[in-house]
């Protein structure tokens, strides 16, 4: 629970961060980064064949 030392609120870092990062951010980095991997083969293709 924050409580206030020498006129500042103090908290602890999960309490300040206010949640915890879940795998859903994990996921959500690996789609992505894999969509673009993608992408960047498939315009590799259509410009220099396969």
Do not use: C, S, W
Not at 4 to 33: C, K, S, W
């Amino acid at each position: 629970m924050p409580h206030q030392e020498d006129g500042r609120i103090v908290e602890t870092a999960i309490e300040a961060r206010g949640a915890e990062r879940g795998p859903t951010v994990r996921n959500v980095l690996f789609a992505g980064t894999g969509l673009v991997v993608a992408a960047f083969v498939l315009v590799y293709l259509v410009y220099f064949g396969a």
